[in-house]
């Protein structure tokens, strides 16, 4: 049997400052409760971990029950100004943990939408990351979530306003294209600002390479992790045997029976986790690329 991992996998740089920056405000606020606002990543495993250490979960309705001087630390997928006003009134501590790619493109909704400008956001509507993006946004601003909703989009005046189309930044590359093509005969002045985390694309180039060396592929990340979901699709359209798990005991047991196996990961997988996975395999592998 042989085991070979994808060439990119695992954390991307966002969670994992936002996991060191919570396990620092742990370490430093001996006895004290510290919060995330909302699920600090999408991995269930990793926020056992995180709970076990003192980490609290806290939804924005619970913002104006908090005690002032509170440490809450806002995830790497970023939140709306009026939740970071909402914190600041109840005199919290906040350490702000939003992915400096996801920053940038709040800074870019907030001038862009305010100008004679309109912006148009792909991504899931219910991901943290654009509703806290959208927060950010003026009036000439839409959100749309595939290529279907992109078809019948329309625009009042848009030849009078420069239209900018970015994406959530873990949206998947094909689908961001797809709409580009359409919204480039659709709109003459089109601008586009390609804000998908090249770490999305690289995922999914390693993972087609890894396709073509394996007989089934495990995808191990979080049932709620956007990007992980997209990489069990490009899985299970590309490998004979595909599976998403949380962890190792998800493994199916017919993966126990194949000789090449591959395995890539999300971006909030930790790299125990994906070291358990490889693990199960011991007893019967011969090879581990």
């Known amino acids: 049997m042989k085991i070979i991992r994808a060439s990119v996998l695992g954390f ?37 971990s995180l709970a076990e250490k003192g980490l ?82 003026g009036e000439n601003f839409s959100q749309i979530q595939d290529f279907e909703e992109a078809r019948t989009f329309d625009i009042p005046d848009s030849s009078r306003k420069n239209i900018i189309l970015l994406g959530q930044t873990t949206y998947s590359p094909k689908e961001f294209e797809k709409i580009e093509k359409l919204f480039r005969g659709k709109f003459r002045n089109l601008a586009v ?19 073509g060396q394996v007989e089934g592929v495990l995808v191990v990340g979080g049932k709620n992790s956007a990007n992980t979901k997209r990489l069990y699709q490009t899985a299970a359209e590309n490998c004979r045997y595909a599976a998403h798990i949380q962890s190792a005991a998800d493994i199916p047991p017919e993966f126990f029976g194949l000789e090449r196996i591959g395995i890539t990961a999300g971006a909030s997988t930790p790299d125990e986790i994906i070291e358990e996975v490889e693990a199960s395999f011991k007893d019967c592998r011969t090879n581990v690329l």
């Open 193 to 211: 600002m390609n804000t998908i985390c090249p770490a999305t694309n690289e995922r999914q180039e390693a993972l087609l390479k890894l396709c």
């Open 12 to 48: 991307c740089f966002g969670v994992r400052r936002a996991v060191e920056l919570a396990e620092k405000a742990l370490a430093e606020n001996p006895g004290k409760k510290v919060y995330s606002l909302g699920p600090l990543i999408h991995n269930e495993n990793a926020l056992q």
């Open 56 to 137: 609290h979960i806290l939804e924005e309705a619970e913002i104006e029950s908090l005690e002032e001087g509170s440490v809450v630390i806002i995830r790497a997928h970023g939140v709306a100004p009026k939740v970071t006003d909402a914190l600041e009134a109840k005199k919290c501590v906040v350490i702000d943990a939003t992915c400096p790619r996801v920053k940038a493109s709040q800074k870019m909704v907030e001038r862009y939408s305010s100008e004679n400008d309109y912006v148009v956001l792909t991504g899931d509507r219910n991901h943290g990351e654009v509703i806290g993006i959208a927060g950010y946004a």
